[in-house]
């Protein structure tokens, strides 16, 4: 029996089974059912499941105890797994019965889901997917499989591992986690890991962002070269703000946004088409 638990802080104790369920519950059913409305609350619910069982031998505590966690839930999902483990804690607390109620729980959720979203959204979309992305198209060059199969191996182990030690971590914590990850020291975590991701960005637009204009200027030359006499990669500059901006700004979706570039790459091979005809038929 004593193997089968994870000491926290006496009285009830949530088995090492039923936080190994929960942790692959949230891990691969996290957008279960999702909607606008909902986003990851079925998630949640499904990942709380098994804790609530462990803790709770009557129905109507069980079904009690879920309806705590059926109020709106979204968050990054990797980083965000430590808020599962947080209320993890705070249920099993409860089950022993401290001070703890359904609004305790819900705003510690609803406090942790913003700031957890803005560190998971800048660590990992903003700076740890472009950079296996950018290993694995190196990789990739020239049809070598490697590359889709690095990509993939390693974004699953980083996402797992990273995801259940955030978890357990969460739960170990319990409530003191919330300090640290809305305190003052995780503002300037969330700022330097947006500094990191931008600066990312920028090395991966100007790495794989291709773009090159073959016009020629009236006296000589080309006007490619003169853009890159004056400021190297400029044009993928232009186009990878312009991209940022319709997203951002004018929020245009990427399918539409890929249908402008795709007019706008048309255009200029039209352009760079009757431009040539016109020069060897003047020669």
């Known amino acids: 029996m004593a193997d089968n638990t994870v000491e926290q802080k006496g009285g009830r104790k949530v088995s090492k089974k039923a936080l190994a369920k929960s942790f692959r519950n949230w891990y691969y059913g996290n957008l279960t059912c999702f909607s606008q409305e909902h986003m990851q609350t079925f998630g949640y619910l499904v990942s709380m499941l098994p804790i609530v069982e462990?803790?709770?031998?009557?129905?109507?505590?069980?079904?009690?105890?879920?309806?705590?966690?059926?109020?709106?839930?979204?968050?990054e999902p990797q980083i965000?797994?430590?808020?599962?483990?947080?209320?993890?804690?705070l249920e099993e607390a409860r089950a022993n019965g401290e001070a703890i109620d359904d609004d305790t729980i819900n705003g510690?959720?609803?406090?942790?889901?913003?700031?957890?979203?803005?560190?998971g959204d800048s660590l990992i979309v903003g700076t740890l997917i472009p950079i296996l992305l950018g290993i694995?198209?190196?990789l990739a060059e020239g049809g070598n499989p490697l590359g889709p199969i690095f990509y993939i191996v390693v974004w699953?182990?980083?996402?797992?591992?990273?995801?259940?030690?955030a978890y357990y971590r969460g739960y170990k914590l319990g409530g003191d986690a919330v300090e640290a990850l809305v305190g003052p020291d995780a503002t300037a975590l969330r700022e330097a890991i947006v500094l990191v991701?931008?600066?990312v960005?920028?090395?991966?637009?100007?790495?794989?962002?291709?773009?090159t204009t073959a016009l020629a200027l009236p006296g000589g030359g080309t006007l490619q070269g003169t853009f890159d006499g004056i400021y190297p990669k400029l044009l993928p500059l232009i186009f990878t703000i312009f991209c940022w901006w319709l997203m951002s700004k004018k929020k245009v979706s990427p399918i539409i946004t890929m249908l402008i570039l795709l007019a706008i790459a048309f255009v200029g091979a039209c352009v760079g088409f009757f431009g040539a005809a016109t020069i060897a038929t003047a020669a």
């Open 54 to 75: 462990d803790l709770y031998d009557k129905k109507e505590d069980q079904t009690k105890a879920l309806q705590t966690y059926s109020a709106f839930f979204n968050t």
């Open 80 to 89: 965000g797994t430590m808020i599962v483990g947080v209320t993890v804690g």
């Open 108 to 119: 510690i959720r609803a406090g942790l889901m913003g700031p957890l979203a803005g560190i």
């Open 136 to 138: 694995a198209m190196g």
């Open 156 to 165: 699953n182990l980083l996402a797992y591992f990273g995801m259940r030690f």
């Open 197 to 199: 991701g931008t600066m």
């Open 201 to 211: 960005i920028g090395a991966v637009a100007a790495t794989w962002v291709s773009i």
